[in-house]
């Protein structure tokens, strides 16, 4: 399997305050460092170059996407407006939590085209599999906003890009809160089917407005909405009845995965319990579909234990393992719930009728 890389995806500083928050209020002693931080990316590298899994990948550099790429998906005004931000010299805020400063946009542009690189050695052949290593995240990032420390939207550059290709493409995201920008990027695109398995957390902002309910799902987007505490059998049950099925009858032969970490039993960032097995399983069924995939990294942010969540999703793309021991899963998996969540989520894509 091969992964991509660029050094300049660290340049991004996001700062430091309350928690996502820029800006320290007087009553708090130390500020914290922002959760969508370089740290968390070395992290995720580390571990898979130096676990067990490190003899089954190949690394390969990325590159700097072009302006006229980034315009795939995103409008020049929006484009032009946040390349400003980006050089401002200082740090701005683009909306409540969402920061850039002067490294800034040459990590967006290095995550977007090393995104774009992963899916040229999945459209040549070179590789079946291929995992973009990248941040800043992308996949609440919209047509014409930033959102949830998201900018540009790298799994809907790869998408887009493979559907311009003459592919039919399904975009399948398990990151703990809803692909929001790649629903709204994909609403009226017949060849793209847009997939995202989350937590309950409704609209959060002027910038994220969808719900991520049922009610948004139609033929070309199925929402699974799982409640809190949601966890391995949540998960395996929502890819094996819904979104796998879905895949299928879409008739995808390109998959591009937005794959997240903030689903884990032990992440500040999301209220569900997968473990480093679940994440193995996810692996696993993505391996199964037997489709030339691409997956680019999003959320996972208490950075240790997102990393062996990676190092256990890599066990299942790439058919080994299990290679590490899980130290720290040790919550109750509650699957009283996910009956009720599956059945609304069906029913309100077979409301909307098939694709």
Same mark, same amino acid.
């Given at each position: 399997?091969?992964?991509?890389?660029?050094?300049?995806?660290?340049?991004?500083?996001?700062?430091?305050?309350?928690?996502?928050?820029?800006?320290?209020?007087?009553?708090?002693?130390?500020?914290?460092?922002?959760?969508?931080?370089?740290?968390?990316?070395? /992290?995720?590298?580390?571990?898979?170059?130096?676990?067990?899994?490190?003899?089954?990948?190949?690394?390969?550099?990325?590159?700097?996407?072009?302006?006229?790429?980034?315009?795939?998906?995103?409008?020049?005004?929006?484009?032009?407006?946040?390349?400003?931000?980006?050089?401002?010299?200082?740090?701005?805020?683009?909306? /409540?939590? /969402?920061?850039?400063?002067?490294?800034?946009?040459?990590?967006?542009?290095?995550?977007?085209?090393?995104?774009?690189?992963?899916?040229?050695?999945?459209?040549?052949?070179?590789?079946?599999?291929?995992?973009?290593?990248?941040?800043?995240?992308?996949?609440?990032?919209?047509?014409?906003?930033?959102?949830?420390?998201?900018?540009?939207?790298?799994?809907?550059?790869?998408?887009?890009?493979?559907?311009?290709?003459?592919?039919?493409?399904?975009?399948?995201?398990?990151?703990?809160?809803?692909?929001?920008?790649?629903?709204?990027?994909?609403?009226?695109?017949?060849?793209?089917?847009?997939?995202?398995?989350?937590?309950?957390?409704?609209?959060?902002?002027?910038?994220?407005?969808?719900?991520?309910?049922?009610?948004?799902?139609?033929?070309?987007?199925?929402?699974?909405?799982?409640?809190?505490?949601?966890?391995?059998?949540?998960?395996?049950?929502?890819?094996?009845?819904?979104?796998?099925?879905?895949?299928?009858?879409?008739?995808?032969?390109?998959?591009?995965?937005?794959?997240?970490?903030?689903?884990?039993?032990?992440?500040?960032?999301?209220?569900?319990?997968?473990?480093?097995?679940?994440?193995?399983?996810?692996?696993?069924?993505?391996?199964?579909?037997?489709?030339?995939?691409?997956? /680019?990294?999003?959320?996972?942010?208490?950075?240790?234990?997102?990393?062996?969540?990676?190092?256990?999703?890599?066990?299942?793309?790439?058919?080994?393992?299990?290679?590490?021991?899980?130290?720290?899963?040790?919550?109750?998996?509650?699957?009283?719930?996910?009956?009720?969540?599956?059945?609304?989520?069906?029913?309100?894509?077979?409301?909307?009728?098939?694709?």
């Amino acid at each position: 399997m091969e992964f991509f890389w660029h050094d300049a995806c660290l340049e991004h500083d996001t700062g430091e305050g309350l928690w996502e928050l820029p800006g320290t209020p007087e009553w708090l002693d130390a500020a914290e460092p922002h959760p969508e931080n370089a740290a968390r990316l070395r /992290t995720f590298r580390h571990a898979l170059t130096h676990g067990p899994i490190a003899p089954h990948l190949t690394w390969s550099q990325g590159r700097f996407a072009t302006d006229e790429e980034l315009a795939r998906v995103h409008a020049p005004a929006y484009l032009s407006s946040l390349y400003k931000d980006c050089h401002a010299g200082r740090q701005v805020s683009l909306e /409540t939590n /969402t920061v850039v400063g002067p490294g800034s946009w040459d990590a967006i542009r290095a995550a977007a085209g090393t995104a774009l690189a992963a899916a040229e050695a999945v459209a040549e052949g070179r590789t079946r599999m291929a995992y973009a290593l990248v941040r800043p995240p992308g996949h609440h990032a919209q047509r014409d906003l930033p959102d949830g420390y998201c900018m540009v939207n790298n799994a809907a550059l790869v998408a887009e890009t493979a559907r311009r290709a003459g592919r039919r493409v399904a975009v399948l995201d398990w990151d703990v809160h809803h692909g929001n920008g790649t629903q709204d990027v994909f609403r009226d695109v017949d060849e793209v089917l847009t997939i995202s398995v989350h937590m309950r957390h409704g609209p959060w902002g002027a910038n994220h407005v969808q719900t991520g309910g049922p009610e948004e799902s139609g033929p070309g987007n199925l929402n699974v909405e799982l409640s809190l505490g949601a966890g391995d059998t949540a998960y395996r049950r929502a890819l094996d009845e819904l979104a796998v099925p879905a895949i299928r009858a879409h008739g995808a032969d390109f998959l591009v995965c937005a794959s997240g970490f903030d689903g884990s039993a032990f992440d500040p960032n999301g209220r569900h319990n997968l473990t480093a097995a679940g994440y193995r399983d996810i692996g696993r069924k993505v391996a199964a579909l037997d489709l030339p995939t691409v997956l /680019t990294q999003e959320g996972g942010y208490l950075r240790g234990y997102s990393a062996l969540c990676l190092h256990a999703l890599v066990e299942g793309l790439v058919g080994v393992g299990p290679l590490l021991d899980d130290p720290l899963a040790y919550l109750p998996d509650d699957a009283r719930p996910v009956d009720r969540d599956l059945a609304r989520a069906a029913s309100g894509r077979a409301a909307r009728g098939p694709a």
